[in-house]
């Protein structure tokens, strides 16, 4: 078996190959020669941590001690705490009655109302390239820098994000249509017509029936049954 091996018509060095495909290129037959090790013995106890690529399951390891941290599959799957993701990206905790946890921080100093964190969902096609759908989770700080607030946006038909739903930290409420409630739960929408509130609706087959709640364009709240006909007008 080929040693150290220099292949100098193509600057290219092998270990454990005569015949290397990279400027570096490691070869080996188990996880053990077809590694990376990285130690530093001061102070003790020593750090370690090696990469290497797995020859049972076509993955890359990334190990801390003799611990696999994170987990690289050819499929595109990436693990954190596993070593065999299910999805993009799968965080996994083995330790017993311990939250698995994904931590987003921004800029503790922000100015108020201004967002330091979010998630975007998007979608795009893969022949085109042509942009999909969107949605987001943001994350603001709110006018006290303790009292944060959360907003669910989704894109309409157009591409334009619409904000849908605000949690507050700071009056603890939730917002539909609105980014400051001021009650525990407040709907709001922005209409010269009838503004649908609230639907209760039981499917059951013997059962179903249908409960809507309206603000109609004479200033009435409207409480309109199943049958469209016995509800409550206030």
């Known amino acids: 078996a080929a040693g150290i091996y220099y292949d100098s018509s193509n600057d290219r060095v092998?270990?454990?190959?005569?015949?290397?495909?990279?400027?570096?290129?490691?070869?080996?037959?188990?996880?053990?020669?077809?590694?990376?090790?990285?130690t530093n013995t001061a102070p003790s106890p020593e750090n370690q941590w090696s990469l290497h690529a797995a020859y049972n399951d076509q993955s890359l390891r990334f190990l801390g001690d003799s611990t696999t941290v994170m987990t690289l599959l050819d499929s595109g799957n990436v693990g954190i705490g596993t070593t065999n993701p299910d999805g993009n990206l799968e965080i996994w905790e083995s330790v017993v009655d311990t939250a698995a946890s994904l931590r987003l921080t921004g800029d503790p100093d922000a100015g108020s109302n201004t967002e330091y964190a979010n998630i975007i969902f998007h979608s795009r096609d893969s022949i085109t390239g042509a942009n999909g759908g969107e949605a987001q989770i943001r994350a603001y700080r709110g006018g006290d820098r303790d009292a944060p607030y959360v907003n669910f946006d989704v894109a309409n038909t157009v591409g334009v994000l619409q904000q849908i739903m605000t949690i507050h930290g700071q009056n603890n409420a939730v917002g539909i249509g609105t980014t400051n409630p001021g009650y525990k739960l407040e709907v709001s929408d922005d209409t010269n017509s009838t503004v649908n509130l609230l639907r209760l609706r039981n499917a059951d087959e013997t059962y179903s029936q249908v409960w809507d709640f309206q603000l109609d364009t004479n200033k009435d709240l409207t409480i309109t049954g199943g049958s469209g006909v016995g509800g409550v007008k206030i």
Do not use: C
Request: net charge positive; proline share 4%.
């Open 14 to 38: 092998g270990i454990g190959t005569a015949d290397p495909r990279s400027k570096l290129h490691i070869y080996g037959a188990n996880n053990t020669s077809a590694k990376i090790t990285l």
